[in-house]
């Protein structure tokens, strides 16, 4: 069974939404942001602090700190209409970058920016999907692209999707969000997050987000191990939406969606949260 996937006209003008540094408190509506909470904590002083995040622990005789559950798992395949099991799977993503880093103009009040169009987001509606760099150094980028979730319409009335958190669900109990439900894509609460390469993420079970797109120069690429439970029914393991614009003969970056990136001034490890959402 493949998955049927759904196209969306969107109405003129477009829209663009300015990524930001990805943090765990802004992020947290659509998933986690796994990174090391205290990079400048040497295991060796771990017994000195007197509290650690995560219900971190001294661990391997002293010579390591574990930090605890930072991003939950869940199977929701139990509640898959095709009642075929889910399996946990580790792949890798080899991924071309796809947008260019912007540099910075001196002579530009205003940094200029590059953009992405943004063409497709999809779900996996009975499980969470993990993207953790591999050997990425800091200053390797990617993108994080997420949206809401409408209310159930006719439109997605073919799509199945899990109805509620439940103890037989594998870490059902401790799952940290509500289950976004059945709809499509909600494009006015879209958000854009850049994160590093030091920073993993996990898409919560059924959010709408974007394939991966690396960013760097062309010809460049950055690996991803991706950790997630999947049971080969094309429909319930990934259901993928399209758009399409109104109009022809507009220029890129004039109508549909697209993502703003502008020039990275020092590592992220703060900066504002959320992102501009604006008419073109």
């Given at each position: 069974?493949?998955?049927p996937?759904?196209?969306?006209?969107?109405?003129?003008?477009?829209?663009v939404?300015?990524?930001?540094?990805?943090?765990?408190?802004?992020?947290?509506?659509?998933?986690?942001?796994?990174?090391?909470?205290?990079?400048?904590l040497h295991?060796?002083?771990?017994?000195?602090?007197p509290?650690?995040?995560?219900?971190?622990i001294?661990?391997?005789?002293?010579s390591?700190?574990?930090?605890?559950h930072?991003?939950?798992?869940?199977?929701?395949?139990?509640?898959?209409?095709?009642?075929?099991?889910?399996?946990?799977?580790?792949?890798?993503?080899?991924?071309?970058?796809?947008?260019?880093?912007?540099?910075?103009s001196?002579?530009?009040?205003?940094?200029?920016a590059?953009?992405?169009?943004?063409?497709?987001l999809?779900?996996?509606?009975?499980?969470?999907?993990?993207f953790?760099?591999?050997?990425?150094?800091?200053?390797?980028?990617?993108?994080?692209?997420v949206?809401?979730?409408l209310?159930?319409?006719?439109?997605?009335?073919d799509l199945?999707?899990?109805?509620?958190?439940?103890t037989a669900?594998?870490?059902g109990?401790?799952?940290?969000?509500?289950?976004?439900?059945?709809?499509?894509?909600d494009?006015?609460?879209l958000?854009?997050?850049?994160?590093?390469?030091?920073?993993?993420?996990?898409?919560?079970a059924?959010?709408?987000?974007a394939?991966?797109?690396?960013?760097?120069?062309p010809?460049?690429?950055?690996?991803?191990?991706?950790?997630q439970?999947?049971?080969?029914?094309?429909?319930?393991?990934?259901?993928?939406?399209y758009?399409?614009?109104?109009?022809?003969g507009?220029?890129?970056?004039?109508?549909?969606i697209?993502?703003?990136?502008?020039?990275f001034?020092?590592?992220?490890?703060?900066?504002?949260?959320g992102?501009?959402?604006a008419?073109?």
């Amino acid at each position: 069974m493949s998955s049927p996937a759904k196209n969306i006209v969107l109405p003129s003008p477009g829209l663009v939404v300015e990524a930001v540094p990805i943090t765990r408190e802004a992020f947290s509506p659509f998933g986690d942001v796994i990174a090391n909470p205290q990079p400048d904590l040497h295991p060796s002083s771990a017994t000195s602090v007197p509290s650690l995040p995560f219900d971190g622990i001294s661990a391997n005789q002293g010579s390591a700190i574990k930090y605890q559950h930072v991003s939950r798992q869940i199977n929701l395949y139990p509640q898959a209409p095709s009642a075929v099991p889910g399996v946990s799977v580790m792949n890798i993503f080899v991924c071309a970058s796809r947008i260019r880093i912007p540099t910075s103009s001196p002579s530009s009040s205003r940094p200029p920016a590059t953009t992405f169009p943004v063409r497709v987001l999809e779900r996996h509606p009975f499980t969470t999907q993990t993207f953790i760099p591999l050997s990425a150094p800091e200053n390797q980028h990617y993108l994080v692209i997420v949206a809401p979730t409408l209310p159930p319409a006719d439109a997605d009335s073919d799509l199945p999707v899990p109805m509620k958190l439940t103890t037989a669900d594998q870490a059902g109990s401790s799952y940290p969000r509500p289950l976004p439900g059945r709809g499509l894509p909600d494009l006015g609460g879209l958000r854009a997050f850049t994160a590093t390469g030091k920073q993993a993420v996990t898409y919560g079970a059924g959010i709408w987000h974007a394939p991966m797109v690396a960013v760097g120069e062309p010809g460049t690429a950055m690996d991803f191990l991706v950790v997630q439970f999947a049971n080969g029914v094309g429909v319930e393991d990934c259901q993928e939406v399209y758009f399409k614009s109104e109009g022809e003969g507009k220029k890129e970056g004039e109508q549909g969606i697209a993502v703003e990136l502008t020039p990275f001034s020092k590592p992220q490890d703060a900066g504002p949260v959320g992102s501009r959402l604006a008419r073109l």
